[in-house]
């Protein structure tokens, strides 16, 4: 078997509104997916139906081979779950959350002491272990909840928004913890909105809006799929209307955006932008400073599938 | 088996947590223990009532108000922190983990009202059936827990939002089951009220347990009461069941 999870026309209404509409994919088994959208696009329903805490109105998933409905208990066997908020008890110590999350899942006393005992090496939190949680920092905290989600050995870990908030320390930290547990054979279906992370963690990318999948693709191929969206980013030694005026009349040319002291000018044909501003640059005397071709990053394909990008003015 | 076993386990466990977090929580100690106290007091100052019988009220009132705190109170608190979802991505059945907290809550309800029967106890009060007592104690607990637990079915993350429509029923059932007036002395209508409550069968056994009085009987108000219990467990499962559909 291959396949982590498969989800089938998963859908979910809350009275009239429809948040999430007959979503389907994929994971592959020691894949990390990235599941992004927008606020409110059906990110949190879609995962809060995948990991049990809510009943798909229509359609179903399969967790390593288990239907999440007809098979819920041996589907959750398979799963650790990382909320967007570190969700650990904190009147009790790092130890007792460990232990009493093994006990949940049903893990004899001494492998769950064993376990416990591992995690706590692994993330680093061995000099916490009798501190009560809620005295940790936020990073550790996050570390604990995510040790906690691999207590019962599971073969799949969800994780929202897993460094949102965290200090630059914490975030290496968590993402190396994470690279990691995948590199040991674990999937990581990986809920994020910060797309450096999702481009650089990621190895297929799923964007959701409005509750339907609009893409799910690597995140190469994602950025390769708007052409539209290159641009070439040019710097001149003075600037002023007449050139703007000038550049939104080159050949090629489908956007032009002041960034500063650049221009950026969108276009399917980095190339031919490119001559066309060396032609220009001679005609009018101007000494180019800087000139680089940009591919379109994720967040200006996210931007663009998603339609944001047209309400804030983005390519 | 394995699998019934496993599920028992899980709710000892949910039991042990809410004991550890939770017994020593403000909102726990006022809904729980303050609350029935200021009650009582407020009824016994200045009547004149014997110790046995004061006792008696007293330790009905802390089983209905301590046990049924519990769930109502964790429940939502657990909601609000997200830590309710740890048991609903956890593989285990609803069901043991709502018996883990009535489990808390019967040993919360149990625990506090065996406080007034050792202070009766100092203070001369003669225990007259200690089996009906026990019994009453413990079936009580049982059975006034699933009623928080059912009443934090409502799908809210503040104890508040749960303890208002609780107290909604709490109180009035004071007045229609023999705690301030014996159930002998009320009207017919009253009498057939008072056979609807769970607290008459709890204050009766109660009773019978400190007082040797009885009106329904040991046999009738365990039946009562476990017939309660039954239908507050069936219920709880059912709305939590519908709430975790629609959320």
Redesign the interface.
Known sequence: MTVAIEAFGLTKW?GKLLAVDHVSFKVSKGEIFGFLGPNGAGKTTTV?ML?????PSEGTARIMGFDIQREA??A??Q?G?V?D?S??????TTW?NLV??G????IPRDERRRRAEGLLELFDLEEKKDEPAGRLSKGMRRRLCIAMALM?NSSVLFLDEPTTGLDVQSVIKIRELIRNLNRQGLTIFLTTHNMQEANIMCDRIAIINKGRIVAVDTPERLKNRARRLQSVVVSFDRAGTRVEEDLRKLQGAARVVKEGDKYRIYTSDPSDVVQALCSLAWKQGLRIVSINTVKPSLEDIFLELTGIGEVVGHA | MRRLL?EL??AL??AE?DI??YYAKPSSIMFGFLFPLSMFLSYIVGRGIGVDKAISVLVAQTLLFASSSIGSVTIPMERR???F?????????LHSILMGKTLAGLLYGAAVSIIPVGIGLIAGMRVASPSELAVGIVLSSATFSCMGVMFASIPTQSPGQVMMPLNFVRIPLLFISGVFIPIEKLPLWGRTLAAASPLSYSMDLVRAGIEGSKYFGASVSILGLIAYLIIFLMVSIRFHIMI????
């Open positions: 809350y809060r990991t049990g805490m809510s009943r208990v041996r959750k066997e799963i779950v909320p908020i969700n650990i008890y904190v009147e009790l007792e009493f999350t006990k949940l899942y049903g019962n | 496993r386990s899980v466990a949910v947590k550890k977090v922190v997200k830590t979802d740890r048991f609903l991505t956890a593989p285990v059945t975790q559909k629609r959320e």
